[in-house]
C-alpha cells in the first residue's frame, strides 16, 4: 500500500516539476505547436498510473534496414521522440508506451505497431518507418524485455508460477493503453484531434490487431493484421508437433531430405493452377504423396541418401497435423510446398541428428505450461501432446486465444480490417487463419463481413515476407483508402523479385477468390490474372 502511495506522490511530483519547467520554456519561446515537445501533459489512462513522460527532439535520425521485415534504410527523420511509462496498481509493473511524432509534417493520422514472437513491438524499428510516413507513430513494450524468441526473463514469478499479470499485458492490456496514450499524446502535443487510428501488424503483431478489434473495438478505425498469431493457445503448441513426431518416430531426417519433399511437392501441384512458377496456388488441389519417393536417391552433402519410408512417415504426419488418439484432427499441418526448416529443423549434434525446435512454441511449453525452464520437450510422446494441447486451450484460451468470431462491435463502430497470410508460410499455419475468418462469416454473415473484414491469401508467400511467391506491397495503403475514401480493396498489390531480379507482379484477390492465369499473358505481370472462383 505505502509503495503504491509514494507511486502516485511521485507522479504527481514529476507532473508539477515539468508543468513548471514548461511554463518557464512557453515564456522564452513559443512551442511549434500546442505543447513544446518537451512539455508534453502526461495522459489520463484507466487502470493505470502515469509514471514519467518526456519529450525529447531528435534530428537526423537513421533506422538500419532489417530484412526481411523492415527492408529500407530510413535517414534524416525529425521527431519528438517521447517516453511514457506508466505502472497498473498491484502488478508493480514498469510499462514503456514510446511514440515518434514527425516534427515538421504530420499527416494527421495515429499509426500502432505490433511486435513479433515474443516482442510486445519492434522497438524503434517500427516506429521510425511509420514516422516517414509522416504518421504518429507509437509502440509498447508490455512491461517486458522485447525479445524475440525468449520469454525467460519475464514469464514466471519467483515463486516459479506464471507471472499472469505480464503475460495479460503482452495479450491484450497494454494494447490498449498504448493506444489511450498514443492518442492522447498526439492530440496534445499537436493540438487538435487525431483524424484516423490505424492498427499495423504482422505475427504478434497481427494478433495483437484481432486482439483490439475484439475486446477495444473503439481504439482503431483501421487495422491491418496480418498474419495473425490468434488461437495461441492451439497453434504454439502445434508447432511443436513435427518435433515430437520425429522424436516418437526415432528419425530425424537431415533438411536435405526435406527440401526433397518440398520439391516434389512442387514439381508434381506447381501446374495445377495453370502456371508452371516454382509456386503451388492451388494447394487444396495438391495431393502429393511422400510415399512416393521412398526407395528414391538424394544427394546430400556428397552423399546419396535413400528416402526411408519412415522419413515419408514422418513428413506424411507432419503436412497432416496433429491428431487424437483415434484420428481426430486437433490442428493443421503444413501446406504442400512450405519450407520445414523451422518447425522440423534438425541437426547433428556428436555425429548424431538430434531435433531444433521453434523456440517461441518450445518456450511456451516449458515456461508457460510445465513452469519449468528446464523441461526436455525432446521427450514428449504423443499422449504428451495431446494432454498439452489440451492444458494449453483450457489454461489460456481467454487470456490470449485471440480466436472470439464476434467482431459486431467493431463493425458497429465503423471499423475496417484487413488480414493478409501466406499459403506457405511455415510458422502459423494458414489454416487456423481461414477457419476464424470463416466463423466470422458464420457469427456476423458473409456479406456483414465483406462490408468491413477482408481476407487475402498469397500463394508462395512465406511468413510476414515473400518466400516463392510475392507478398502486397502496401496493406495499409489499401486499409486508409478503405476506411477514408470508402474505396473497398478487391485486390491487394504483390509482388518480389524473381530470377535475374526481375520484378515478378500479382494482384492477390480477397478470399475466397484465386488470381486465375488467362493463358496467353506474361505469367509473370499481373495484368494476366483475374479474380475468379476457381483455377479450373
Not at 505497431?113 to 524499428?125: K, L, Q, Y
Not at 512491461?143 to 514469464?155: K, R
Not at 491428431?323 to 510446398?337: E, H, S, V
Not at 519450407?339 to 508457460?368: E, H, K, Q
Request: aromatic share 10%; proline share 6%.
Amino acid at each position: 500500500m505505502a509503495e503504491h502511495a509514494w507511486s502516485r506522490i511521485a507522479a504527481h511530483l514529476i507532473t508539477a516539476f515539468t508543468g513548471l519547467l514548461c511554463y518557464a520554456s512557453d515564456l522564452a519561446a513559443a512551442a511549434p505547436f500546442s505543447s513544446s515537445c518537451s512539455c508534453i501533459p502526461a495522459p489520463t489512462v484507466p487502470g493505470a498510473q502515469i509514471l514519467s513522460i518526456i519529450g525529447t527532439e531528435a534530428y537526423n535520425v537513421t533506422s538500419s534496414a532489417v530484412p526481411p521485415f523492415f527492408p529500407d534504410l530510413i535517414t534524416g527523420l525529425d521527431v519528438c521522440n517521447v517516453t511514457v511509462y506508466l505502472t497498473h496498481p498491484g502488478l508493480n509493473d514498469r510499462v514503456l508506451v514510446q511514440l515518434f511524432l514527425p516534427l515538421t509534417i504530420w499527416n494527421g493520422r495515429f499509426q500502432a505497431t505490433g511486435g513479433g514472437g515474443w516482442a510486445t513491438s519492434f522497438s524503434e524499428i517500427a516506429l521510425a518507418r511509420a514516422a516517414a510516413d509522416q504518421y504518429a507513430a507509437a509502440r509498447t513494450d508490455g512491461g517486458h524485455v522485447d525479445d524475440f524468441p525468449d520469454p525467460s526473463s519475464w514469464a514466471l514469478l519467483p515463486n516459479g508460477s506464471v507471472n499472469q499479470g505480464l503475460l495479460t499485458n503482452f495479450a491484450s492490456r497494454s494494447l490498449h493503453d498504448m493506444a489511450v496514450v498514443g492518442k492522447a499524446v498526439t492530440e496534445s502535443y499537436y493540438g487538435k484531434k487525431v483524424a484516423y487510428s490505424y492498427w499495423n501488424g504482422c505475427s504478434t503483431g497481427g494478433r495483437q490487431g484481432l486482439m483490439e478489434a475484439q475486446r477495444y473495438p473503439d481504439d482503431f478505425d483501421g487495422i491491418v493484421a496480418a498474419a495473425p498469431a490468434i488461437n495461441w493457445p492451439s497453434f504454439l503448441v502445434a508447432d511443436q508437433w513435427p518435433q515430437v513426431v520425429m522424436g516418437e518416430e526415432g528419425q530425424f531426417p537431415s533438411q536435405c531430405e526435406f527440401q526433397a519433399f518440398q520439391n516434389a511437392n512442387v514439381v508434381e501441384c506447381d501446374a495445377l493452377d495453370g502456371v508452371v512458377d516454382g509456386v503451388i496456388g492451388d494447394v487444396g488441389g495438391c495431393k502429393s504423396d511422400p510415399y512416393e519417393l521412398v526407395g528414391s536417391s538424394v544427394l546430400c552433402d556428397g552423399v546419396n541418401t535413400t528416402i526411408s519410408k519412415t522419413a515419408a512417415g514422418i513428413v506424411r504426419k507432419i503436412l497432416d497435423g496433429p491428431t487424437t488418439a483415434n484420428g481426430t484432427r486437433l490442428w493443421w499441418g503444413l501446406k504442400p510446398g512450405t519450407d520445414f526448416s523451422i518447425l522440423a529443423n534438425t541437426t547433428t549434434v556428436n555425429g548424431s541428428r538430434v531435433g531444433v525446435p521453434f523456440p517461441v512454441s518450445d518456450s511456451w511449453i516449458r515456461y508457460f505450461l510445465e513452469e519449468n525452464p528446464n523441461y526436455n520437450t525432446s521427450l514428449i510422446t504423443y499422449s504428451k501432446f495431446r494432454q498439452l494441447f489440451a492444458q494449453s486451450n483450457v489454461e489460456y484460451n481467454d487470456v490470449i486465444g485471440t480466436n472470439d468470431a464476434n467482431l459486431s462491435r467493431f463493425r458497429a463502430a465503423g471499423g475496417k480490417m484487413i488480414t493478409w497470410h501466406g499459403l506457405a508460410d511455415n510458422l502459423i499455419l494458414p489454416d487456423g487463419t481461414i477457419n476464424y475468418y470463416q466463423q466470422v462469416e458464420e457469427a456476423i454473415g458473409k456479406n456483414r463481413t465483406s462490408d468491413f473484414y477482408r481476407l487475402f491469401l498469397a500463394p508462395g508467400a512465406g511468413h510476414c515476407v515473400s518466400s516463392a511467391g510475392p507478398v502486397p506491397t502496401d496493406p495499409l495503403g489499401a486499409l486508409v483508402a478503405w476506411v477514408e475514401n470508402g474505396t473497398v480493396p478487391e485486390t491487394l498489390p504483390a509482388e518480389m523479385v524473381g530470377p535475374g531480379n526481375a520484378t515478378l507482379t500479382r494482384n492477390i484477390c480477397r478470399y475466397p477468390l484465386v488470381s486465375r492465369y488467362d493463358g496467353e499473358g506474361d505469367p509473370d505481370s499481373a495484368s494476366s490474372y483475374t479474380c475468379a472462383t476457381s483455377f479450373g
